[in-house]
């Protein structure tokens, strides 16, 4: 019994042992090369070191858009003991001044990977450099930062948790502001802990390229300033402003209001986040008539000094009623473009072929996108000639029966000013590596020649005339002589134009030698409604502010009031090299004095007299002063909620009621 015992238990050894030797084979011989390397990947450790994102800068250098290198601390609770968890949660309420309680609570409530904290300052990191805990981690989490907050979102865009370029600059520019990652091979212990550095087969990261805008922040500062202030005056639901280089086609400054931030794109909708300047298309009114006029001058069609019959201010078409605002009998072609006379440019736009007219919108860059490096462009929409009908001309010679965006109405506005030449907006300047050195250089892109030089000059001319003695004289400044056209368009919805409007301004300075176009497009006043009257006085507001700033936009500062002899004096010296055309044709003597009776009230602080004005009148002083109102009818006003001569307080709102003779029932133009 006993030798059968002992024979059965050296034969289990024996086969033991045979089955831990065939095993052991199997491992060091058949499947050493599998097994080497497990131990290996075990042992050794490739960790990727994140690449910095690439800068974004204004045209001076100034930083807009960085990476902050943050990071982020987690533990793995399946790991801790409960010793563990104390030591952690007292260590994290020493470093961030929060309670015990609230680390204990996050590392018992959740089971797995728990993060402590989220995106802190790499400083931080100093604080546990000899705090080891198994199961205890910090990684690297970085920030894209913006560091004036909401300036210029909608250029800029935005990333996701990523970093991934969701929008803007960022997702245009993606390939180029993303870097390529580097990778620390390590090797292990045991436990886990870094025991050497493997530099032969390590790669250091390559941060991504700095992107260099041509937009200026002074610019955009007051734009989006001023544009919020505008849009907040008259009650308007938004606002868009863009700046640009008429010579270059560079943008200076783009602005939507609201606006959003941009590492919290995700706290607003859709709306609020897309770049309107781009996206959106709206008919443009009466801003459509310099273009308009640009064409008959171009072909010889009209003389600024012909008189046209403008029919007191209405003129039927076909089945159409033309009515102008303000009624005039007659006309010179220069007054109809500084009156805005619907029946006037409509009488003129018969003298146009409809394939010239056609051909010229196009190749002022209408129907087509503008191919400006930001993403979600749309092309607006230009009827051909084939699908005109009767009214089809007359209409878009006003500025209906087309949709645009804003930018391309300033590219071709632009065109008008610049020689004729049309410029593809641009908004990069150049790309930059981490040594400074330039990947790419991005210059001005000339489309084609619009019209001829003469024609710039004399259009330009024109729309000097508009804000002097027009629609557009309360763009007039002070202190610099510009130009410009009003429009105001109403809206189109559900197969009708409602009373619904969009309130534009563009305009340009200085007006001999213009450095800086400008449009200013108001959605929705709730007051005010036409362009010359809301629009047109943030222009102005820019203007002068840029003037102030920047001193290379005129170096001699200048000052002057309008009338007749230093007007003629100050014109023979600001434009004495420029073409005759200019200064033959400029009409600049006229005083107007609306506007002289605006003016005195910039800067008052006592509440005027309004009663027996005009409504129009009336918004003029109360936006010169910077007053917010609301009005109740229309005509003239007949009683004011803050008395005369009474102090006016900063949160004060003027009501003023108004008598009106007659309703506006057709499409409302300026």
Known sequence: MINSRALLVTFILVVSFMAIAVKLFNIQVLEHDRYAKIAKNQQDKALVIKAERGMIKDRNGDILSYTLNDVSFFVDTRMLSQTSKGRIAAKFSQVFSKSEKHYLHSMESTKGNVFLE???????????????????????????????????????????????????????????????????YVERDVQGRIVTVKDELSRKPRSGNNIQLTIDTKYQKILEQELKKGVDNCGAVSGIGILMNPNTGEILALANYPSFH????????????????????????????????????????????????????????????????????????????????????????????????????????????TSISLPSESAGFLKKPDYYSTLSKPFISFGYEISVTPMQMVAAFSSLINGGILYQPRIINKIIDEHDRVIEQFESKRIRNVISQETSERIKNLMFGVVEHGT???????NMLVGGKTGTSQKYIDGQYVKDYNASFIGFFPADKPEVVGLILINSPATGKYGGIVAAPVFKRIVNRIVEEDINVIPQRISFTRDEHTLDQLLETAFSNDEPVFLQTANIGEVVPKIEIANQYSGRITMPNLVNRSLRDALAILNEMGLRYDIKGSGKVVEQSIKPGTEITSDAVLTIKCEDNNMLRTLGIF
């Open 472 to 478: 557009g004289k309360l763009a007039r400044c002070s």
């Open 118 to 184: 989220r995106k802190v300052p790499r400083e931080k990191l100093l604080e546990f450099q000899n705090f080891i805990v198994d199961g205890f981690v910090s990684v690297d989490d970085p920030t894209r930062n913006y560091s004036y907050g909401n300036l210029a979102s909608h250029l800029l865009g935005y990333v996701n948790s990523d970093l991934i370029g969701l929008d803007g600059v960022e997702r245009t520019y993606d390939d180029y502001l993303t870097g390529v990652d580097g990778l620390l």
């Open 262 to 369: 941009p590492s919290e794109y995700f706290k607003v909708n859709d709306k609020i986040r897309r770049n309107r300047a781009l996206t959106d298309t709206y008919e443009p009114g009466s801003t459509m008539k310099a273009l308009t006029m640009a064409v008959l001058l171009d072909n010889g069609l009209v003389k600024e000094d012909e008189i046209i019959n403008t029919e007191n201010g209405r003129y039927r078409i076909a089945n159409a009623n033309i009515i102008d605002i303000n009624k005039y009998e007659k006309l010179s072609v220069r007054e109809v473009l500084e009156q805005s006379s619907n029946v006037g440019i409509t009488k003129l736009s018969e003298r146009i072929d409809e394939r010239t007219f056609y051909r010229y919108l196009r190749d002022f860059g209408f129907g087509n996108s």
